[in-house]
Nanobody, 116 residues
Framework: QVQLVESGGGLVQAGGSLRLSCAAS????????MRWFRQAPGKQREFVAH???????VYADSVKGRFTISRDNAKNTVYLQMNSLKFEDTAVYYC??????????WGQGTQVTVSS
């Protein structure tokens, strides 16, 4: 079992920055690929960024060049650095842990609101 707790969301002006954190419980954090997803009001949840066990990263086109995902296995934490935020980045951001053998887990989400 893995529990994920996101933090770092809030209200920011367009052009500003936020850093989201996702702290994982358990001793198997390094065995999971980690992702960030987001869901805006009235829209489906969408992929934002991925970091693999070996720190290979993938980004949605909409955030490429502005967001950076990273992980600290010693702290059981994954981060999402968000720069040059836009109004359309407003959403609830969710942390996801995925392993083909250990399962998939979600956090409760953290709200990011970007004012235009």
């Amino acid at each position: 079992q893995v529990q994920l707790v996101e933090s770092g969301g809030g209200l920011v002006q367009a052009g500003g920055s936020l850093r989201l954190s996702c702290a994982a419980s358990g001793r198997t954090f390094s065995s999971f690929d980690m992702r960030w997803f987001r869901q805006a009001p009235g829209k489906q949840r969408e992929f934002v960024a991925h970091i693999s066990i070996s720190a290979f990263t993938v980004y949605a086109d909409s955030v490429k060049g502005r967001f950076t995902i990273s992980r600290d296995n010693a702290k059981n934490t994954v981060y999402l650095q968000m720069n040059s935020l836009k109004f359309e980045d407003t959403a609830v951001y969710y942390c996801n842990a995925f392993s083909s053998t250990l399962g998939t887990y979600w956090g409760q989400g953290t709200q990011v609101t970007v004012s235009s």
